[in-house]
């Protein structure tokens, strides 16, 4: 089921598993000729709408999550000479386009703002992340990136709302 999906064909374009073989394009749509009901049960949740939306003032969705080379807060890979090199401190991602709009390029130092807070990330341009949205990550505690997220939560899981964060950029 895994054979198919390396790396190198994840960083072209996402892969949905099964793909059993290399030139396999990936199954789009599960469980087309019916679900096997006797090996699982779903249970369909209600759809809740974040607390917060994007709005004029604060027009970014930005994301928060991880980096494959750190660890939960990085507090030991970040120790790791080699794990260090490849992310030494935390940057913003930023659409191409979203880019050119306000002004900035990779390297550049923004400020990520909302009402609840700012953050100064140096910007990295890469053109997987979609217009509108915003990527960092939370391994540095030199960043408090969770000072930006809001009050709103999962009802089930008591979650915060750690991907939908409406913020807006400045040029620093």
Not at 29 to 43: C, M, N, Q, V
Not at 121 to 150: A, C, W
Request: aromatic share 10%; glycine share 8%.
């Amino acid at each position: 089921a895994w054979k198919g999906i390396s790396y190198h064909r994840l960083k072209e374009k996402g892969i949905h598993w099964p793909c059993p073989e290399k030139k396999h394009p990936g199954t789009q749509l599960l469980f087309t000729t019916g679900f096997p009901r006797k090996k699982i049960r779903l249970a369909l949740s209600k759809y809740l709408p974040p607390e917060e939306e994007p709005d004029k003032e604060h027009p970014f969705i930005l994301i928060t999550g991880k980096r494959l080379s750190h660890f939960r807060c990085g507090g030991k890979t970040r120790r790791v000479e080699k794990l260090k090199n490849l992310y030494p401190y935390p940057v913003i991602e930023v659409n191409p386009v979203d880019a050119e709009k306000l002004g900035i390029s990779t390297g550049s130092l923004v400020k990520v703002k909302n009402l609840r807070g700012e953050v100064k990330l140096k910007v990295h341009v890469n053109k997987r992340i979609p217009q509108g949205y915003l990527f960092t990550d939370y391994h540095f505690d030199e960043i408090p990136i969770n000072i930006l997220v809001g009050n709103g939560a999962d009802e089930f899981t008591e979650t915060p709302e750690y991907k939908v964060v409406p913020v807006r950029v400045e040029k620093v």
